[in-house]
């Protein structure tokens, strides 16, 4: 099951996170009020969400936005516009390589 989180402040974001314990996240790099960097940076400070694989969508596609995120520690990284076929391929990918956290 796929659940988009609004656009809410980073605490509110962990807390779910951690409370609902995904197999994977999908975050933008570009959204109001933080960054995607930003919520990795909690996501990996937190021991509760700290083995949860991330992947980065984004409309940068400069070269150093990709190495900084997977420098942050995204399992994966997709630029905007995308296919869902090309999403939901990367997805699979991740969790079939037993990237994903156990439960």
């Known amino acids: 099951m796929v659940r ?3 656009p809410v402040d980073l605490i509110a974001r962990i807390n779910r996170i951690r409370r ?3 197999a994977l ?3 933008d790099i570009s959204m109001p009020n933080m960054d995607g ?3 990795m940076e909690a996501l990996r400070g ?3 969400t700290r083995s949860c694989p991330v992947i980065f969508i984004t409309g940068h ?3 150093t936005q990709r190495v900084q995120a997977f420098r942050s520690g995204a399992r994966d990284y997709l ?3 995308f296919t869902p076929e090309t999403l939901l391929a990367k997805i699979a990918r991740v969790l079939d390589n037993g990237q994903a956290r156990s439960s």
């Open 4 to 6: 988009r989180i609004g």
């Open 20 to 22: 609902e314990n995904p």
């Open 25 to 27: 996240v999908l975050v």
């Open 37 to 39: 960097y930003a919520v």
């Open 46 to 48: 937190d021991p509760a």
């Open 61 to 63: 596609f400069a070269f």
């Open 79 to 81: 630029t905007k516009p």
